[in-house]
């Protein structure tokens, strides 16, 4: 593997005004790349989808392309992937789709990890139509979701288990494999949000075990959308409301109206860099599935070396509390201080050009379990164009901050 942040760097125009950015879970930084696929479409020969013209086909050709880069990016199929505004949006346009077959007695589980995307659209829904909603509670001290949590509010009666492969507030990835699998046993669906894990892991929806998966281009290096996957045949059973002219067509029966084609250029160029991050998996003869593979591999190492140079520069500095403990983690670390507020510190640390927000970042249920109430705490997250002089400008800002 050969990871080099210095070329990474390059690509990022954002990165020129000075700043070290630390929001990259609230999404990150966009490299020149993205961009350009971006105008190049939007300005270039587009119309609607069609076979006749350049800029019917052009369209046409953007749309399949998106499809196939989201798939090999999560390892499914491309007929399953659904472009949404948000990874909101389309939650909550799903859970809408699936209630429809819901009935008293009915049960969901939802969990106080989840950002509030994948909490709030089920529990509205089962009120909607009398299902009963069952909480699995993570461990305050540990940060951990342990399966048995979830597992033990499963029933005969479940039909949804909505869940996070990582927390986007404390970086805590629970055992979606064990989860899953539990949840299939009892008949229950599993619906996974992913967009805070897809910043950091690969996400392999065959071994995951999830029945759908969201995710937000903008959290890993794409422009604001947001993309919902699911096996095909699995979309084929469910019928939203929709215009009577429009397709009936798997996926395209959940993507309402013209789609944006100039972002759908920009996630697939977003895929294409993450591809690239790994050197040497860049100019290789291979699937991009394997370069992605390669690449992201390179970026948890090399994120994974910066956390750990953050976590023992955070110990040696007095009156922090890091709330991120699980043993398997994303490298974003949510802190409080003693005798400061972490709105405050955000604040100083912006004096120095180092951006760390505050805040509960919708994981309301999060903030309040780890009795933060609904002010949560500062956030800091790693992305790929995180470097060691960042971690250190970041360090220098908190003891200056804190002294």
Known sequence: MAYDVARIRSQFPSLDFGWAQFDGPGGTQTPRAVGDAVASVLTGPLSNRGTIGESEVRAEETVHG??????????????????????????????????????????????????????????????????????????????????????????????????????????????????????????????????????????????????????????FLGPHCGVLIARPELLETIVPDKLLPATDVVPERFEFGTLPYELLAGVTAAVDVLAALDTEAAGAAMSRRNRLVASYAALHDHEDALRVRLEDGLAELPGITVWSRAARRTPTLLMTFDGHAASDITRSLAHGRVLAPSGNFYALEVSRHLGLGDDGGLRVGLAPYTDASDVERLLDGLRAALS
């Open 66 to 219: 998106f499809r196939l880069a989201v798939a090999d990016l999560v390892n499914a199929h491309p007929a399953g992937v659904v472009h949404g505004r948000s990874a909101t949006q389309l939650t909550y346009d799903f859970s809408r789709h699936l209630s429809r077959d819901w009935a008293p007695g009915d049960e969901v589980v939802v969990t106080r990890l989840d950002h509030d995307a994948n909490v709030r659209p089920w529990v509205q829904a089962a009120e909607r139509v009398g299902a009963t909603v069952r909480w699995a509670d993570f461990d305050p001290e540990s940060g951990e979701l342990p399966t048995d949590a979830v597992t033990s509010v499963l029933s005969s009666r479940t039909r949804m288990v909505a869940v996070t492969a990582a927390s986007n507030l404390i970086g805590t990835m629970p055992d979606i494999p064990g989860i899953a699998a539990r949840a299939h046993a009892v008949g229950a669906l599993v619906y996974v949000d992913g967009v805070h894990y897809t910043a950091h892991e690969l996400p392999d929806l065959v071994t995951l075990g999830a029945d759908f998966f969201t995710c937000s281009p903008y959290k």
